[in-house]
Protein backbone atom coordinates (compact mmCIF):
# COMPACT_ATOMS: atom_id res chain seq x y z
CA UNK A 1 0.00 0.00 0.00
CA UNK A 2 2.92 2.70 0.40
CA UNK A 3 4.17 2.01 -3.36
CA UNK A 4 0.72 3.17 -4.62
CA UNK A 5 0.58 6.35 -5.73
CA UNK A 6 -2.13 8.57 -4.04
CA UNK A 7 -3.94 11.38 -5.07
CA UNK A 8 -4.61 13.70 -1.85
CA UNK A 9 -6.48 16.42 -1.32
CA UNK A 10 -4.39 19.40 -0.70
CA UNK A 11 -3.00 20.46 2.67
CA UNK A 12 -5.30 23.18 3.88
CA UNK A 13 -3.19 26.22 5.23
CA UNK A 14 -3.22 26.62 9.10
CA UNK A 15 -5.14 30.08 9.82
CA UNK A 16 -5.66 30.25 13.72
CA UNK A 17 -3.51 30.92 16.89
CA UNK A 18 -3.94 30.50 20.38
CA UNK A 19 -2.56 31.87 23.13
CA UNK A 20 -2.54 31.31 26.34
CA UNK A 21 -3.53 33.89 29.17
CA UNK A 22 -1.96 31.90 32.58
CA UNK A 23 -1.97 35.02 34.61
CA UNK A 24 -6.30 35.83 33.64
CA UNK A 25 -9.34 34.12 35.11
CA UNK A 26 -12.71 33.80 33.33
CA UNK A 27 -15.92 32.58 34.43
CA UNK A 28 -17.32 30.55 31.30
CA UNK A 29 -20.35 30.52 32.31
CA UNK A 30 -21.01 34.03 31.82
CA UNK A 31 -19.90 33.79 28.07
CA UNK A 32 -22.74 34.38 25.69
CA UNK A 33 -24.04 30.83 24.07
CA UNK A 34 -21.48 30.45 20.97
CA UNK A 35 -19.98 33.61 21.69
CA UNK A 36 -23.75 35.30 20.74
CA UNK A 37 -24.06 33.87 17.27
CA UNK A 38 -26.97 33.15 15.86
CA UNK A 39 -28.78 30.07 14.92
CA UNK A 40 -30.34 29.08 12.18
CA UNK A 41 -34.22 29.52 11.10
CA UNK A 42 -34.21 31.25 15.11
CA UNK A 43 -36.62 33.82 16.06
CA UNK A 44 -35.23 36.01 18.67
CA UNK A 45 -33.05 35.23 21.00
CA UNK A 46 -31.67 32.32 23.31
CA UNK A 47 -32.99 31.78 26.41
CA UNK A 48 -31.78 29.94 29.45
CA UNK A 49 -34.76 27.94 30.59
CA UNK A 50 -34.84 26.56 34.16
CA UNK A 51 -35.89 22.58 34.29
CA UNK A 52 -39.22 22.07 36.59
CA UNK A 53 -39.57 18.96 36.07
CA UNK A 54 -38.34 15.93 33.93
CA UNK A 55 -40.64 12.57 34.11
CA UNK A 56 -40.03 9.19 32.26
CA UNK A 57 -42.94 8.17 30.19
CA UNK A 58 -41.67 4.64 29.49
CA UNK A 59 -40.73 2.13 30.84
CA UNK A 60 -37.92 -1.51 30.50
CA UNK A 61 -35.10 -1.77 28.28
CA UNK A 62 -37.42 -3.12 25.22
CA UNK A 63 -38.48 0.53 24.48
CA UNK A 64 -36.38 3.63 24.28
CA UNK A 65 -36.20 5.46 27.59
CA UNK A 66 -38.46 8.88 26.73
CA UNK A 67 -38.65 11.46 28.82
CA UNK A 68 -40.51 14.93 29.20
CA UNK A 69 -39.44 18.48 30.48
CA UNK A 70 -41.49 20.87 31.34
CA UNK A 71 -39.78 24.02 31.23
CA UNK A 72 -40.15 27.57 32.84
CA UNK A 73 -40.05 30.17 29.78
CA UNK A 74 -41.46 33.28 31.78
CA UNK A 75 -40.11 36.32 30.81
CA UNK A 76 -37.88 35.04 27.56
CA UNK A 77 -39.95 36.64 25.07
CA UNK A 78 -41.01 33.21 24.00
CA UNK A 79 -44.47 33.46 22.08
CA UNK A 80 -45.15 30.08 20.67
CA UNK A 81 -48.21 28.40 19.44
CA UNK A 82 -48.94 24.80 19.77
CA UNK A 83 -46.97 23.19 16.72
CA UNK A 84 -44.19 25.36 16.58
CA UNK A 85 -40.61 23.93 17.54
CA UNK A 86 -37.27 25.14 19.28
CA UNK A 87 -33.80 24.50 18.89
CA UNK A 88 -32.46 23.31 21.81
CA UNK A 89 -28.82 23.59 22.38
CA UNK A 90 -26.66 21.25 23.73
CA UNK A 91 -23.44 20.23 24.95
CA UNK A 92 -20.78 17.49 23.98
CA UNK A 93 -20.36 14.70 26.02
CA UNK A 94 -17.35 15.45 29.45
CA UNK A 95 -16.04 12.05 28.87
CA UNK A 96 -15.22 12.49 25.47
CA UNK A 97 -14.03 16.31 25.37
CA UNK A 98 -11.42 15.01 28.23
CA UNK A 99 -10.19 12.26 26.25
CA UNK A 100 -9.51 14.07 23.21
CA UNK A 101 -7.33 16.51 25.32
CA UNK A 102 -5.84 13.82 27.08
CA UNK A 103 -4.78 12.78 23.71
CA UNK A 104 -3.95 16.24 22.48
CA UNK A 105 -1.71 16.75 25.74
CA UNK A 106 -3.36 19.49 26.44
CA UNK A 107 -5.71 18.13 29.58
CA UNK A 108 -3.74 20.44 31.97
CA UNK A 109 -4.02 23.32 30.18
CA UNK A 110 -8.20 22.71 29.77
CA UNK A 111 -9.29 25.29 32.23
CA UNK A 112 -6.66 27.97 31.10
CA UNK A 113 -7.42 31.22 29.35
CA UNK A 114 -7.03 31.29 26.09
CA UNK A 115 -7.31 33.71 23.23
CA UNK A 116 -7.87 32.79 19.45
CA UNK A 117 -6.96 34.81 16.96
CA UNK A 118 -6.26 34.96 13.24
CA UNK A 119 -1.93 33.55 12.17
CA UNK A 120 0.20 36.12 10.92
CA UNK A 121 0.91 35.59 7.86
CA UNK A 122 -1.52 32.96 7.07
CA UNK A 123 -1.89 31.95 3.15
CA UNK A 124 -6.05 31.58 3.45
CA UNK A 125 -8.16 33.58 1.81
CA UNK A 126 -10.40 35.79 4.49
CA UNK A 127 -9.16 33.99 7.05
CA UNK A 128 -11.07 34.85 10.25
CA UNK A 129 -12.16 33.28 13.86
CA UNK A 130 -15.64 31.25 13.35
CA UNK A 131 -17.93 33.87 14.77
CA UNK A 132 -19.55 30.91 17.35
CA UNK A 133 -15.93 30.85 18.93
CA UNK A 134 -15.38 33.09 21.58
CA UNK A 135 -11.86 35.00 20.88
CA UNK A 136 -11.41 34.63 24.78
CA UNK A 137 -12.31 31.49 26.47
CA UNK A 138 -10.90 28.19 27.75
CA UNK A 139 -10.33 25.00 25.78
CA UNK A 140 -12.74 22.77 27.68
CA UNK A 141 -15.43 25.76 26.79
CA UNK A 142 -14.92 25.18 23.26
CA UNK A 143 -14.58 22.03 22.86
CA UNK A 144 -17.89 20.90 24.69
CA UNK A 145 -19.81 23.78 24.31
CA UNK A 146 -18.83 25.16 20.59
CA UNK A 147 -17.68 22.06 18.34
CA UNK A 148 -19.21 19.13 16.80
CA UNK A 149 -16.55 16.43 17.80
CA UNK A 150 -18.61 13.83 16.85
CA UNK A 151 -19.21 15.39 13.17
CA UNK A 152 -18.15 13.01 10.52
CA UNK A 153 -14.71 14.11 9.36
CA UNK A 154 -14.23 15.60 6.04
CA UNK A 155 -11.23 14.42 3.94
CA UNK A 156 -9.64 17.67 4.10
CA UNK A 157 -9.25 16.75 7.93
CA UNK A 158 -8.20 13.41 7.70
CA UNK A 159 -5.51 15.01 5.23
CA UNK A 160 -4.54 17.50 7.93
CA UNK A 161 -4.47 14.68 10.61
CA UNK A 162 -2.35 12.87 8.58
CA UNK A 163 0.54 15.11 8.48
CA UNK A 164 0.69 15.23 12.38
CA UNK A 165 0.63 11.74 12.77
CA UNK A 166 4.07 10.38 13.48
CA UNK A 167 3.96 6.69 12.82
CA UNK A 168 4.45 5.71 9.09
CA UNK A 169 2.10 2.97 9.30
CA UNK A 170 -0.89 4.97 10.53
CA UNK A 171 0.00 7.90 8.35
CA UNK A 172 -0.03 6.12 5.61
CA UNK A 173 -3.63 4.84 6.62
CA UNK A 174 -5.16 8.44 6.60
CA UNK A 175 -3.65 9.30 3.66
CA UNK A 176 -5.26 6.39 2.30
CA UNK A 177 -8.81 6.83 3.74
CA UNK A 178 -8.39 10.62 2.18
CA UNK A 179 -7.45 9.88 -0.83
CA UNK A 180 -9.31 9.60 -4.24
CA UNK A 181 -8.29 6.10 -4.58
CA UNK A 182 -9.41 5.22 -0.79
CA UNK A 183 -13.20 6.85 -1.79
CA UNK A 184 -14.61 3.32 -0.59
CA UNK A 185 -12.43 2.87 2.42
CA UNK A 186 -13.37 6.09 3.59
CA UNK A 187 -17.00 5.81 3.41
CA UNK A 188 -17.25 1.97 4.83
CA UNK A 189 -14.77 3.43 7.57
CA UNK A 190 -15.39 6.81 8.21
CA UNK A 191 -19.08 7.33 7.10
CA UNK A 192 -20.97 4.39 7.53
CA UNK A 193 -19.14 2.95 10.42
CA UNK A 194 -19.63 6.82 11.93
CA UNK A 195 -15.88 7.59 13.39
CA UNK A 196 -15.53 10.56 15.02
CA UNK A 197 -12.29 12.28 16.00
CA UNK A 198 -12.43 10.78 19.07
CA UNK A 199 -12.36 7.11 17.18
CA UNK A 200 -9.37 8.34 14.80
CA UNK A 201 -7.40 9.25 17.31
CA UNK A 202 -7.51 6.24 19.75
CA UNK A 203 -7.38 4.26 16.20
CA UNK A 204 -4.04 6.00 15.33
CA UNK A 205 -2.36 6.96 18.56
CA UNK A 206 0.40 8.45 16.96
CA UNK A 207 -1.40 11.28 15.66
CA UNK A 208 -1.30 14.18 17.70
CA UNK A 209 -2.71 17.39 15.90
CA UNK A 210 -2.33 20.96 17.83
CA UNK A 211 -5.54 21.92 19.38
CA UNK A 212 -5.97 24.60 16.70
CA UNK A 213 -6.69 22.54 13.75
CA UNK A 214 -9.43 21.21 15.28
CA UNK A 215 -10.43 24.72 15.76
CA UNK A 216 -9.77 25.18 11.81
CA UNK A 217 -11.87 22.38 10.73
CA UNK A 218 -14.58 20.78 13.46
CA UNK A 219 -17.64 22.67 12.08
CA UNK A 220 -20.37 23.93 14.84
CA UNK A 221 -21.99 22.23 17.27
CA UNK A 222 -25.48 22.26 15.81
CA UNK A 223 -29.04 22.96 18.11
CA UNK A 224 -31.43 20.21 17.84
CA UNK A 225 -35.35 20.66 16.62
CA UNK A 226 -37.79 19.73 19.48
CA UNK A 227 -41.59 19.43 18.77
CA UNK A 228 -43.24 21.79 21.61
CA UNK A 229 -45.69 19.53 23.52
CA UNK A 230 -47.83 22.07 25.64
CA UNK A 231 -50.25 25.24 25.46
CA UNK A 232 -49.15 28.54 26.05
CA UNK A 233 -51.57 28.83 28.33
CA UNK A 234 -50.29 26.53 30.59
CA UNK A 235 -49.24 27.87 33.99
CA UNK A 236 -47.79 26.81 37.15
CA UNK A 237 -47.19 29.08 40.01
CA UNK A 238 -47.73 31.80 37.51
CA UNK A 239 -44.99 30.42 35.03
CA UNK A 240 -45.18 30.07 31.83
CA UNK A 241 -44.51 26.21 30.58
CA UNK A 242 -42.74 24.60 27.30
CA UNK A 243 -42.84 21.36 26.80
CA UNK A 244 -40.65 18.95 24.66
CA UNK A 245 -40.22 15.33 24.82
CA UNK A 246 -36.90 13.02 24.04
CA UNK A 247 -36.08 9.38 23.66
CA UNK A 248 -32.80 8.42 24.40
CA UNK A 249 -30.75 7.72 21.24
CA UNK A 250 -28.27 4.48 21.57
CA UNK A 251 -25.87 4.10 18.85
CA UNK A 252 -24.09 0.44 19.45
CA UNK A 253 -20.41 -0.37 18.94
CA UNK A 254 -19.12 -0.72 15.31
CA UNK A 255 -16.96 -3.14 14.19
CA UNK A 256 -15.00 -0.50 12.48
CA UNK A 257 -14.07 1.01 15.87
CA UNK A 258 -16.57 3.58 16.77
CA UNK A 259 -18.14 2.38 20.59
CA UNK A 260 -21.14 2.53 22.13
CA UNK A 261 -22.51 5.92 22.25
CA UNK A 262 -25.57 8.05 23.01
CA UNK A 263 -26.98 10.68 21.14
CA UNK A 264 -25.34 14.02 21.41
CA UNK A 265 -28.47 16.01 22.19
CA UNK A 266 -30.76 13.27 23.99
CA UNK A 267 -27.41 12.09 25.99
CA UNK A 268 -26.70 15.67 27.44
CA UNK A 269 -30.20 16.45 28.23
CA UNK A 270 -30.78 12.90 30.10
CA UNK A 271 -27.26 13.47 31.82
CA UNK A 272 -28.61 17.18 32.97
CA UNK A 273 -31.85 15.57 34.10
CA UNK A 274 -31.26 12.40 35.85
CA UNK A 275 -31.45 13.44 39.04
CA UNK A 276 -34.46 14.82 39.17
CA UNK A 277 -36.50 12.43 37.00
CA UNK A 278 -39.16 11.27 38.29
CA UNK A 279 -40.77 7.35 37.14
CA UNK A 280 -44.26 7.41 36.59
CA UNK A 281 -46.49 4.25 36.65
CA UNK A 282 -48.14 3.33 33.64
CA UNK A 283 -51.42 2.74 35.51
CA UNK A 284 -50.97 6.06 37.35
CA UNK A 285 -53.83 8.37 37.00
CA UNK A 286 -53.22 12.15 36.18
CA UNK A 287 -53.85 13.26 39.58
CA UNK A 288 -51.20 10.51 41.36
CA UNK A 289 -48.81 12.09 38.55
CA UNK A 290 -48.82 15.17 39.78
CA UNK A 291 -49.13 14.41 43.30
CA UNK A 292 -45.74 12.01 42.47
CA UNK A 293 -44.24 15.31 40.17
CA UNK A 294 -44.09 17.52 43.23
CA UNK A 295 -42.33 15.40 45.08
CA UNK A 296 -39.27 16.64 43.76
CA UNK A 297 -39.73 20.42 43.62
CA UNK A 298 -36.57 21.26 45.70
CA UNK A 299 -33.70 20.88 43.50
CA UNK A 300 -30.50 22.38 41.94
CA UNK A 301 -31.87 24.79 39.39
CA UNK A 302 -30.89 23.03 35.65
CA UNK A 303 -31.00 25.12 32.27
CA UNK A 304 -31.43 24.18 29.07
CA UNK A 305 -30.38 26.63 26.44
CA UNK A 306 -32.88 27.18 23.95
CA UNK A 307 -34.92 29.37 21.08
CA UNK A 308 -38.10 29.17 19.27
CA UNK A 309 -37.30 28.64 15.36
CA UNK A 310 -39.53 29.88 12.75
CA UNK A 311 -43.13 28.65 11.74
CA UNK A 312 -43.46 26.17 9.27
CA UNK A 313 -47.31 26.62 9.76
CA UNK A 314 -47.88 23.12 11.54
CA UNK A 315 -50.57 24.55 13.86
CA UNK A 316 -54.14 24.00 14.75
CA UNK A 317 -56.85 25.93 12.62
CA UNK A 318 -57.37 29.26 13.17
CA UNK A 319 -61.33 28.15 13.64
CA UNK A 320 -61.92 25.54 16.50
CA UNK A 321 -64.80 24.26 15.22
CA UNK A 322 -62.88 22.69 12.47
CA UNK A 323 -62.36 18.99 13.10
CA UNK A 324 -58.46 17.72 12.82
CA UNK A 325 -57.20 14.25 12.27
CA UNK A 326 -53.77 13.82 14.42
CA UNK A 327 -51.52 10.99 13.45
CA UNK A 328 -48.67 10.46 15.41
CA UNK A 329 -46.77 7.48 16.07
CA UNK A 330 -43.60 7.72 19.52
CA UNK A 331 -42.47 10.95 19.79
CA UNK A 332 -44.54 12.22 17.39
CA UNK A 333 -47.52 12.82 19.23
CA UNK A 334 -45.75 15.79 21.36
CA UNK A 335 -47.04 18.14 18.80
CA UNK A 336 -50.64 17.08 19.47
CA UNK A 337 -49.89 16.24 23.06
CA UNK A 338 -49.81 20.62 22.95
CA UNK A 339 -52.72 20.77 20.72
CA UNK A 340 -54.98 18.95 23.14
CA UNK A 341 -53.98 20.56 26.36
CA UNK A 342 -54.22 24.05 24.15
CA UNK A 343 -58.07 23.42 23.41
CA UNK A 344 -58.37 21.67 26.96
CA UNK A 345 -57.10 25.25 28.64
CA UNK A 346 -59.50 27.33 25.94
CA UNK A 347 -62.39 25.28 27.07
CA UNK A 348 -61.43 25.84 30.19
CA UNK A 349 -61.77 29.55 29.68
CA UNK A 350 -64.54 30.01 28.04
CA UNK A 351 -67.62 27.86 27.59
CA UNK A 352 -69.09 29.30 24.39
CA UNK A 353 -66.09 28.07 21.62
CA UNK A 354 -67.39 25.96 19.84
CA UNK A 355 -64.75 22.43 18.96
CA UNK A 356 -64.33 20.23 16.24
CA UNK A 357 -63.88 16.57 16.45
CA UNK A 358 -60.49 15.38 16.77
CA UNK A 359 -59.21 11.91 16.01
CA UNK A 360 -55.43 10.81 17.10
CA UNK A 361 -53.68 7.63 15.97
CA UNK A 362 -50.67 7.00 18.38
CA UNK A 363 -48.66 3.77 17.66
CA UNK A 364 -46.02 2.58 20.09
CA UNK A 365 -44.59 -0.77 20.64
CA UNK A 366 -45.96 -2.66 23.90
CA UNK A 367 -49.25 -1.27 25.36
CA UNK A 368 -47.68 -1.04 29.18
CA UNK A 369 -44.29 -0.13 28.17
CA UNK A 370 -44.41 2.94 25.76
CA UNK A 371 -47.65 4.13 25.49
CA UNK A 372 -47.03 7.52 25.91
CA UNK A 373 -49.35 9.78 27.93
CA UNK A 374 -51.92 6.66 28.23
CA UNK A 375 -53.68 8.25 31.52
CA UNK A 376 -53.43 11.87 30.43
CA UNK A 377 -54.94 10.46 26.71
CA UNK A 378 -57.99 8.66 28.21
CA UNK A 379 -58.70 11.45 30.66
CA UNK A 380 -58.91 13.52 27.34
CA UNK A 381 -61.51 11.39 26.11
CA UNK A 382 -63.64 10.98 29.07
CA UNK A 383 -63.50 15.15 29.42
CA UNK A 384 -64.36 15.12 25.25
CA UNK A 385 -61.20 17.02 24.46
CA UNK A 386 -60.35 14.13 22.23
CA UNK A 387 -63.15 12.49 20.02
CA UNK A 388 -61.13 9.05 19.09
CA UNK A 389 -58.27 7.25 20.18
CA UNK A 390 -56.26 4.63 17.55
CA UNK A 391 -53.61 2.91 19.19
CA UNK A 392 -51.45 0.46 17.71
CA UNK A 393 -48.71 -2.10 19.32
CA UNK A 394 -46.17 -3.18 16.77
CA UNK A 395 -44.28 -5.56 18.91
CA UNK A 396 -47.69 -7.00 20.59
CA UNK A 397 -48.51 -10.14 19.60
CA UNK A 398 -52.44 -10.41 19.27
CA UNK A 399 -53.07 -12.18 16.44
CA UNK A 400 -53.35 -11.34 12.40
CA UNK A 401 -56.03 -8.78 11.98
CA UNK A 402 -54.87 -6.71 14.91
CA UNK A 403 -53.28 -3.35 14.16
CA UNK A 404 -49.74 -3.00 14.56
CA UNK A 405 -48.81 0.55 12.75
CA UNK A 406 -50.89 3.68 12.77
CA UNK A 407 -51.76 3.14 8.88
CA UNK A 408 -53.01 -0.28 10.05
CA UNK A 409 -55.55 1.87 12.04
CA UNK A 410 -56.44 4.25 9.44
CA UNK A 411 -57.51 1.24 6.83
CA UNK A 412 -59.49 -0.20 9.34
CA UNK A 413 -61.52 2.81 9.70
CA UNK A 414 -61.45 4.07 6.42
CA UNK A 415 -64.76 4.57 5.59
CA UNK A 416 -65.10 6.53 8.73
CA UNK A 417 -61.63 8.37 7.92
CA UNK A 418 -62.91 9.49 4.00
CA UNK A 419 -65.86 10.66 5.81
CA UNK A 420 -64.43 12.96 7.96
CA UNK A 421 -61.95 14.80 5.66
CA UNK A 422 -64.02 14.96 2.61
CA UNK A 423 -67.59 15.41 3.97
CA UNK A 424 -66.65 16.94 7.24
CA UNK A 425 -63.71 18.64 6.30
CA UNK A 426 -61.01 17.67 8.85
CA UNK A 427 -57.66 18.64 8.53
CA UNK A 428 -55.15 16.05 8.74
CA UNK A 429 -51.88 16.56 10.68
CA UNK A 430 -48.76 13.46 10.74
CA UNK A 431 -45.41 13.99 13.27
CA UNK A 432 -42.78 11.16 13.31
CA UNK A 433 -39.56 9.94 13.53
CA UNK A 434 -39.85 7.33 11.42
CA UNK A 435 -37.77 6.98 8.61
CA UNK A 436 -40.72 5.72 6.09
CA UNK A 437 -43.82 6.22 8.40
CA UNK A 438 -44.51 9.46 6.36
CA UNK A 439 -44.80 7.50 2.93
CA UNK A 440 -46.51 4.86 4.74
CA UNK A 441 -48.90 7.35 6.21
CA UNK A 442 -49.38 8.59 3.06
CA UNK A 443 -50.05 5.40 0.99
CA UNK A 444 -52.77 4.16 3.55
CA UNK A 445 -54.69 7.35 3.31
CA UNK A 446 -54.17 6.87 -0.40
CA UNK A 447 -55.57 3.62 -0.34
CA UNK A 448 -58.68 4.31 1.73
CA UNK A 449 -59.65 7.26 -0.55
CA UNK A 450 -59.48 4.83 -3.83
CA UNK A 451 -61.40 1.92 -2.28
CA UNK A 452 -64.39 4.29 -0.72
CA UNK A 453 -64.83 6.30 -3.21
CA UNK A 454 -63.61 3.52 -6.22
CA UNK A 455 -60.60 5.41 -8.27
CA UNK A 456 -57.67 4.33 -9.98
CA UNK A 457 -54.68 4.81 -7.31
CA UNK A 458 -53.34 7.82 -9.61
CA UNK A 459 -57.01 9.91 -8.89
CA UNK A 460 -56.54 9.39 -5.12
CA UNK A 461 -52.89 10.78 -4.76
CA UNK A 462 -54.34 13.83 -6.64
CA UNK A 463 -57.44 14.43 -3.86
CA UNK A 464 -54.35 14.01 -1.76
CA UNK A 465 -52.34 17.00 -3.42
CA UNK A 466 -54.98 18.84 -3.47
CA UNK A 467 -55.70 18.62 0.74
CA UNK A 468 -51.94 19.75 0.39
CA UNK A 469 -52.20 22.63 -1.61
CA UNK A 470 -55.49 23.92 0.90
CA UNK A 471 -53.19 23.31 4.06
CA UNK A 472 -55.25 20.54 5.17
CA UNK A 473 -52.71 17.83 5.09
CA UNK A 474 -49.50 19.05 6.91
CA UNK A 475 -46.29 16.72 8.05
CA UNK A 476 -43.82 17.49 10.51
CA UNK A 477 -41.22 14.34 9.85
CA UNK A 478 -37.87 13.83 11.00
CA UNK A 479 -35.12 10.92 10.05
Known amino acids: MMDVKLTLPALSPRFLELSYCYSETLDVKQLEIHNGCTFPFAVGHTYLATVMSARQLSYGCEVKKTVELCLDVQGSGIEYQPGDTVGVIPQNSEDEVQKIMKHLKILERADT ?17 PPYIPVKATLRHILQTCLDIRAV ?55 CPPVEVLLEHLPRLQ ?89 TGFNLPTDPSVPIILIGPGTGVAPFMGFLRHRQAKQRRSSELVFGEVWLFFGCRFEDKDFLYRSELEKYIEDGILTHLFVSFSREKRGENVPHYVQDNIKLCGRRFVKQVFEKSSSIYVCGDAKNMGKDVLDAIVSVIQNEKDIEEQKARLMVTELQSQGRYLQDIWI
Not at 113 to 126: E, L
Not at 259 to 279: A, E, M, S
Open 113 to 129: VVTISVKPGTVKKKACV
Open 223 to 311: ARPYSIASSPLQKKNGCTELHIIYSLLEFPASEHGAGFRYGTCTGWLDYLTRPIQTVISPHDSVSEELKRLTLKDEFVELKVPLYLRKS
Open 153 to 207: PKKTFLRVLAAHTEDPSERCRLEKLCSKEGSADYSEFVVTARNTLLDLLETFPSC
